[in-house]
């Protein structure tokens, strides 16, 4: 069965200093995978998706992530956090193509300080 | 510009009540999804659509209903059976069941 565990409830970043979140999955198959954004009382935005073409995935905001089947990760970094980054996070495995239904982690709040 | 419109915003309902929650979509998707949020949960699956005139139960259906009539609409249904209704509700849609999906901006339902 799919599922998958975002590492970090919480993290706290200051701006203009790297951030990473982290997500484990577990797939008894090549998995698709996403990272989706929500700011308060806001809907979800797709940052990126894996779908099984290249490991290392470049989304929208300066965001990437880099799937690795090895350790069943597909952490999420950017380079430099800007303020405008704080927002809840979703790690997200797609349980099947045929009905497109999802398993969504936890979330991860992102703090960023000035 | 397309998108997926949720209303209302905010809701309330008074205990043994009824109450819909609207999603309309101009995006042309044939697959329509509800999710529930709670409190430092991740979104959980109410019920989804694939077509028109068709739907299945997803994780937590129980207290709800849905209707699918037409393509760009499926409002969900908060029935007096479900006993914990406060949450935040987000209404999805895609293409193609491999397709990301796309969020409205949800409604939020409280309890009088």
């Known amino acids: 069965a799919q599922s998958v565990t975002q590492l970090d409830s919480h993290v706290s970043v200051s701006e203009g200093t790297p951030v990473l979140l982290r997500c484990n999955y577990s797939s008894s198959y090549s998995p698709s995978l996403f990272w989706y954004v929500q700011h308060p009382n806001k809907g979800l935005q797709l940052l990126l998706k894996y779908t099984s073409a290249a490991t290392l995935v470049k989304g929208i905001n300066g965001f990437e992530a880099e799937f690795k089947k090895s350790e069943t990760s597909f952490h999420l970094t950017k380079p430099s956090a800007h303020m405008s980054d704080a927002a809840e996070y979703f790690c997200v495995v797609r349980v099947s193509s045929n009905t497109g239904k999802l398993i969504f982690g936890q979330g991860t709040t992102l703090q960023v300080k000035p | 510009d397309g998108g997926i419109t949720q209303s209302p915003k905010y809701l309330f309902r008074k205990e043994g009540q009824n109450v819909t929650l609207s999603c309309e979509q101009n995006?042309?998707?044939?697959?329509m999804y509800w999710y529930r949020q709670d409190p430092g949960q991740g979104l959980r699956l109410i019920y989804y659509s694939q077509i028109v005139n068709d739907f299945q139960k997803g994780d937590i259906a129980e207290g709800y209903s849905v209707s699918r009539e037409k393509k760009e609409s499926f409002p969900l249904t908060v029935t007096s059976a479900q006993k914990n209704p406060t949450a935040f509700y987000l209404c999805a849609s895609s293409t193609q069941n491999n397709q990301p999906q796309h969020f409205g901006d949800g409604t939020r339902l409280s309890i009088l």
């Open positions: 995006l042309n998707h044939d697959a």
